[in-house]
């Protein structure tokens, strides 16, 4: 199957900084990406839709303005958490669909963990 | 999507077949029945997925009846490896992938050595 890589693979950082996340898609070219956050012992909740070349869809109750998502390429997709917040902590993960492929199986970074302190 | 619903958590020996089930039967004629796992702290992983047929790949069988209301996936010779949470995900399936996918909370599988 496809692969996506994700780095870093974890991050601690101190509250009120930013984090930056990188989603990359290393053997397809990805036009459409998806951010994902997992609070512990819970299932992925999908935060939003990254668009190559345009702005990212965001999910009710996700903040546009404090997840900042860039698509600038087929292959790379950043998630930043700005001003991150203990609160904020949890595993992001993100995906993207082989988009030239028949079948849209997703396929999945290894994911974040982020630690605010 | 439709909505599916997974035991919470399921035993299975080692070496012996793992019947994962999953209720869906509000699903649409065009929804496809996905299954993904996610082992602890990793990302999810696609198994397999399927219609209304029968499917088989290298990791997993997938079992479907005939009213498409619910699904089976079989793993024919569990290892301790395959201990995870397991997804069963209906959705529509479009060229290029334009939605993100909607976890309920799985089934989580172990196996006992």
């Known amino acids: 199957g496809a692969v996506v890589s994700q780095h870093p693979s974890w991050v601690i950082c101190k509250s009120g900084t930013s984090v930056k996340i990188e989603c990359r898609s290393l053997d397809f070219q990805a036009t459409t990406m998806f951010w994902y956050r997992q609070f512990p012992k819970q299932s992925l909740m999908l935060m939003a839709t990254?668009?190559?070349?345009?702005?990212?869809?965001?999910e009710q109750g996700v903040e546009k303005d404090k997840f900042l998502i860039n698509h600038a390429s087929l292959t790379l997709s950043t998630l930043t958490v700005t001003s991150a917040h203990p609160e904020d902590s949890s595993f992001y993960i993100c995906?993207?669909?082989?988009?030239?492929?028949?079948?849209?199986?997703?396929?999945f970074g290894q994911g974040t963990r982020l630690t605010v302190v | 999507d439709a909505k599916t619903t997974q035991p919470p958590s399921m035993d299975c020996a080692e070496g012996r077949a793992a019947n994962l089930p999953c209720n869906h039967s509000?699903?649409?004629?065009?929804?496809?029945v996905y299954w993904y796992r996610q082992i602890h702290s990793q990302g999810p992983q696609y198994i397999i997925h399927g219609l209304k047929n029968n499917e088989t790949n290298e990791m997993a069988s997938l079992i479907i009846t005939e009213d498409r209301k619910s699904s089976t996936l079989i793993l024919p010779h569990a290892t301790l490896r395959d201990t995870a949470v397991y997804y069963c995900?209906?959705?529509?399936?479009?060229?290029?992938?334009?939605?993100?996918?909607?976890f309920g909370k799985g089934t989580h599988l172990i196996i006992q050595p």
């Open positions: 995900i209906v959705r529509v399936a479009t060229r290029g992938g334009a939605d993100g996918l909607t």
């Open positions: 995906s993207a669909n082989g988009g030239q492929l028949k079948n849209t199986e997703a396929f």
């Open positions: 990254s668009n190559e070349g345009s702005k990212a869809t965001y």
């Open positions: 509000t699903i649409s004629g065009n929804e496809y």
